[in-house]
C-alpha cells in the first residue's frame, strides 16, 4: 500500500516462551478506519502497544507514521493520538483544565492553545460545563472530549481502544460520526471493540485469534468469503471454532 501510515512485516513479541504477537503482517492506508478484533488474550493489546512505541518487538518490523517502532518509539508517540476506555483524562480536572495540561503535553504554544480550546468547547457544546469537575459529567460526554484532546496536537493516527465500552446506543453512534469526521479529515483511526454491530462500520478489519490475524478485509468481503451474514457470525467461527467429534 503506497500511502500506508501503518505497516507492519511479520511483527512478533514473545514473552519466554510464550508468543503473543505471531508474525503479523499488514498495512493501512491515510484517513482508512480500520477495526482490530479479537477475544481478550488474542494478542490485540500486545500489538497495539508495539505500533505505540510501548513495547519493543521480539522480531519483525513495523513503521507508524513513517517512524521504525524499534528506533524511534519516541517519534511515534509524538505523531500519533491515543484513547482508551479505561483512562484517558483526568476525573478531578474540568474540561478545561483536561484540554490545557494534554495541550502541554503534545508541546502546543499557548496561543494555539488557547485558539483549540474555545473551538473544541464550542463544538461539543461544552462552553458551560467548561469549568465543571469531569466526574460530574456523562460519560458519553466524557468520550467525545477524550477522543477530540487526543487529536489536539493533529496526530496522524489516533489509536481507540474500546473507545464506547459503557455509553449507550444513541451515544456510541454519535461518536461513531466523529470518528467519521476525523478520517475524513485524513487522519487514520485504529479502532479497538468488542462491538461486533461497530465492526461493520469501519472500511476494513482485522480478527486475531491466539496472537495470529485469522482474517483482514472489509465487512463485506469477509463475511462472502467465510458464508456468513455477519461480523459476529465470523467473528463466533474464528475464535470458537466447530470441535472434532
Known amino acids: 500500500m503506497a500511502d500506508a501510515v501503518i505497516h507492519t512485516e511479520n511483527l512478533t513479541r514473545k514473552f519466554g516462551a510464550f508468543t503473543a504477537v505471531d508474525a503479523i503482517s499488514f498495512s ?3 484517513g ?28 519483525g518490523s ?45 508541546g502546543l504554544d499557548r496561543k494555539t492553545l488557547r485558539e483549540k480550546s474555545a473551538r473544541l468547547l464550542e463544538a461539543l457544546d461544552l462552553q458551560e460545563a467548561a469549568d465543571t469537575r469531569l466526574s460530574s459529567l456523562p460519560l458519553g460526554w466524557k468520550q467525545k472530549l477524550a477522543f477530540s484532546v487526543a487529536q489536539l496536537h493533529e496526530p496522524k493516527i489516533v489509536f481507540l481502544d474500546e473507545p464506547t465500552g459503557g455509553v449507550d446506543p444513541v451515544t456510541r453512534r454519535r461518536f461513531w460520526d466523529m470518528i467519521y469526521e ?11 471493540t468488542h462491538y461486533m454491530d461497530e ?3 469501519c472500511d476494513r478489519i482485522s480478527i486475531m485469534v491466539d496472537g495470529r490475524m485469522a482474517a483482514i478485509g472489509t465487512p463485506d ?14 467473528f463466533i467461527r474464528l475464535v470458537r471454532p466447530t470441535p472434532i467429534e
Open 28 to 30: 493501512i492506508g491515510r
Open 32 to 59: 482508512e478506519i480500520f477495526g482490530f478484533l479479537g477475544a481478550n488474550g488474542a494478542g490485540k493489546t500486545t500489538a497495539m502497544k508495539m505500533l505505540t512505541g510501548l513495547l519493543r518487538p521480539t522480531s
Open 182 to 192: 476525523t478520517a475524513d479529515n485524513g487522519i487514520t483511526v485504529f479502532v479497538t
Open 199 to 201: 465492526a461493520e462500520y
Open 62 to 106: 513495523a513503521s507508524v507514521a513513517g517512524f521504525d517502532v524499534r528506533s524511534e518509539p519516541e517519534k511515534i508517540k509524538q505523531n500519533i493520538g491515543y484513547m482508551s476506555q479505561r483512562f484517558s483524562l483526568y476525573e478531578d480536572l474540568s474540561p478545561k483544565e483536561n484540554i490545557r495540561f494534554w495541550g502541554g503535553i503534545y
Open 221 to 234: 468481503a469477509l463475511k462472502d468469503e467465510f458464508g456468513v451474514s455477519s461480523i459476529d457470525d465470523l
